[in-house]
């Protein structure tokens, strides 16, 4: 088994783990700055929308050696007015945008470049686009968008609980508000492309959340019969459970997206990639760090405002406080089922070994991988 497989395993068995759901104060504080720093990117500097949006033309040209900063200065001397965006296709390709261009200006900006930048007409490739496509794909798109979150609050509710599907919501909505805070601060622009960048990453943000929530589920079986762990203490055994598989499938999915952004856009100049990919990259990691730092501590917080889990917490608490007292160890002592209940109604994942040894105790029967409820 590697390393990694290794330190998984215990990671799934309680061996070892980190505190998420204790620190979570810590990692709400982080969010909020990120996301206020992202809602303030977003009210300053905007959103650079591309001319899918806006409406304009868009001039491609092949095979020609003038650098970008020419093309730029040159189509702003033909178009003067109007918003230009020059970018490299390629090694010797050259994209230039020009706003609000109609028909008749986009033929006059044609022969110009083609004195300019000593190309023959016939070689600039110049389309028009008109402002009501793009704003019909975004209209569409946030409609998918509306009915697609309604559709998993319903869903959520159903397979597991409302106030998981609350947490994943607020996940949701804050992995949407980075990536559009990011794109606003660096200036990328927003096409089309980037608008299905951002539904793509809901689906995995939503997947990797779900795959912990479940794994929640099946540990908090029975939680309220027995006495031994709290039920934030299940909760973060979950994360850490599943934490090397969040961490395996947020890399994986990253490599292909980085090699599109960091080599295809910037290295080999594809800047047209640069739209999809800055979402996908952002969304991927924004996700995978909502599931563990938010969705799950926010379930957490939500489920310890009951009164049975209160109940619950203030019993773990006191049989520690005994057991304290009496100069035990917290493995010396019987933490087993509440005196009402039977001891095969212990929680399915909260053996010993699961959320405690995370904050200290670890299992007394992990011959057996299950508590027996008597005393030694």
Do not use: C
């Not at 912990?212 to 079986?221: G, I, T, Y």
Request: no cysteine.
């Amino acid at each position: 088994m590697s390393r990694l497989g290794a330190f998984g395993a215990r990671l799934y068995r309680g061996e070892v783990g980190y505190d998420f759901v204790g620190k979570r104060k810590i990692w709400y504080g982080i969010s909020i700055l990120i996301t206020i720093t992202a809602i303030v990117g977003l009210a300053v500097r905007g959103l650079n929308m591309g001319i899918e949006f806006k409406g304009g033309a868009v001039f491609t040209i092949q095979h020609t050696t003038t650098s970008v900063a020419k093309a730029q200065t040159d189509t702003e001397a033909a178009a003067p007015g109007h918003e230009v965006v020059v970018q490299k296709l390629g090694s010797d390709g050259l994209r230039i945008q020009v706003s609000d261009l109609n028909p008749q200006n986009s033929a006059a900006v044609t022969t110009e470049l083609s004195k300019d930048l000593n190309v023959p007409e016939s070689k600039i490739a110049a389309d028009l686009v008109g402002p009501s496509w793009g704003e019909s794909v975004a209209n569409k798109a946030w409609t998918g968008l509306g009915i697609f979150l309604v559709l998993v609050v319903i869903y959520l509710a159903i397979a597991f609980e409302w106030r998981m599907a609350v947490a994943a919501l607020v996940a949701l909505i804050h992995d949407l508000t980075i990536t559009v805070g990011v794109y606003a601060l660096v200036g990328f622009e927003v096409t089309p492309g980037t608008v299905i960048g951002l539904l793509t990453i809901l689906g995995y943000s939503l997947y990797d959340t779900v795959v912990v929530f479940d794994s929640l589920k099946e540990q908090s079986k029975g939680i309220t019969k027995q006495s031994r762990w709290t039920f934030s203490e299940v909760a973060n055994r979950s994360i850490n459970g599943t934490l090397v598989r969040s961490i395996n499938t947020t890399v994986v999915a990253l490599l292909p997206v980085a090699g599109l952004l960091f080599i295809g856009g910037g290295l080999l100049g594809a800047g047209t990639l640069n739209d999809i990919s800055l979402a996908l990259f952002v969304g991927l990691a924004a996700g995978a760090y909502s599931s563990i730092f938010i969705a799950t501590p926010l379930v957490a917080d939500l489920k310890e405002s009951e009164p049975q889990m209160k109940a619950l917490k203030k019993r773990v608490f006191a049989k520690r406080a005994a057991a304290a007292a009496k100069g035990e160890s917290i493995e010396q002592t019987d933490y087993g089922t509440d005196d009402d209940a039977p001891a095969d109604d212990d929680p399915a994942g909260a053996t010993p070994a699961a959320a405690g040894s995370v904050n200290g105790p670890r299992s007394r029967n992990r011959n057996n991988g299950r508590p027996s409820g008597r005393r030694r």
